[in-house]
């Protein structure tokens, strides 16, 4: 995983090969349905939107 983030009451965990992981509390994670395969280096998460970047100019969102 290269980045977690933490905002209104979740956790979105972004990674290589496209992975983003989701969790309420940290222990239980499960993975959000995404067709990139780059690696995702970043995200932000507010009340409105998620929002992931990664190589080759990928950028996603999402509301959460």
Same mark, same amino acid.
């Given at each position: 995983l290269n980045k977690? *983030?933490?905002? &209104?009451?979740q956790y979105v965990a972004v990674?290589?090969?496209?992975i983003i992981l989701t969790s309420r509390d940290g222990i239980q994670? *499960? *993975?959000?349905?995404? &067709?990139?395969?780059?690696a995702l280096r970043d995200v932000a998460v507010s009340k409105n939107a998620v +929002? +992931? +970047?990664g190589y080759y100019g990928t950028i996603l969102t999402a509301t959460p």
């Open positions: 977690v *983030a933490w905002a &209104d009451g990674g290589n090969s496209g994670w *499960a *993975a959000a349905k995404t &067709d990139c395969l780059y +929002v +992931v +970047v």
